[in-house]
């Protein structure tokens, strides 16, 4: 089974810290945030296919083409249009079910491993009504029908939610439909995407209350607080 990473975004947001580093290799206490999900991948995954593209030369010559006896394959993304975009430049390296994780982002080994074990699953933090990410929307049924600002969420919800943290797993069959453009970006959205497949899919939720998300540098103390005290690896 296969781990795609996708690391090639510019980090604009990480600025200075990503001036000289791409932003997966930005150090949080003495691991880089891809080797905090690079050791906690599962024996089952037995290739990782990192898709860079800012500085994307930095993480190979780092990283080479091992990691702990899994194999690594780099593919480059060169116009850098979204995360549906940067999982089909990967499209012909992956065959049945596989999973994908943000670059920038730290997970538990636990929701990693479950998330393996599902053909099509994404894993969700339970929000706080103070937690500024987007929220997941299901119909009655308990299908994934939208994601949602927290503002738009509230205006027909009482609970908190749920929100999507970026880990997913599915299969080849994703690369049937056509990456879906966002609406207020020249970009093209993996979730977005996803919603298409729900239809036809039975999507598994999987809860899990430890994730950070590293969008500007006053996150990593945050990082670092958590990281201290949590056993999670």
């Known amino acids: 089974m296969k781990a795609i990473i996708l690391a090639a ?26 080797e905090y999900k690079l050791e906690s991948l599962p024996e089952s995954i037995t290739e990782i296919i990192l898709v860079v ?6 993480i190979k010559k780092y990283f080479g083409n091992n ?5 690594i394959t780099y593919v480059f ?26 670059g920038d982002d730290i997970y538990s080994r636990s929701s990693i491993l479950k998330c393996s074990k599902h053909d099509w699953s994404i894993v969700c933090k339970p929000a706080k009504k103070s ?17 949602v600002t927290p ?7 009482k609970k908190n939610g749920l929100i999507f943290t ?21 970009e093209w959205g993996l979730p977005q995407t996803l919603l298409k497949t729900s239809k036809n899919k ?23 607080l958590q990281l201290r005290n949590k056993s999670f690896l």
Not at 53 to 58: F, S
Not at 138 to 146: A, G, S
């Open 202 to 224: 039975d999507i598994k939720i999987i809860k899990d209350s430890f994730w950070i998300s590293i969008s500007s540098p006053n996150d990593i103390e945050n990082a670092k």
């Open 166 to 186: 970026g880990l997913y797993s599915m299969t080849d069959e994703i690369f049937k439909y056509k990456p879906v453009k966002l609406k207020t970006k020249n």
């Open 9 to 34: 975004g510019l980090g604009t947001r990480m600025k200075p810290l990503t001036n000289k580093l791409p932003k997966p290799m930005v150090k949080v206490l003495d691991k880089n945030l891809l």
């Open 67 to 71: 990691y702990k006896n899994k194999k």
């Open 151 to 157: 503002e738009t969420f509230y205006k027909t919800n």
């Open 77 to 102: 993304d060169k116009t850098i249009s979204g995360t549906a975009h940067a999982l089909w430049q990967a499209k012909g390296f992956l065959k049945g079910r596989f999973i994908v994780m943000m």
């Open 131 to 147: 937690d500024g990410y987007n929220r997941v929307v299901f119909d009655k049924n308990q299908k994934i029908i939208n994601f």
């Open 53 to 58: 593209g800012y500085k994307g030369n930095i």
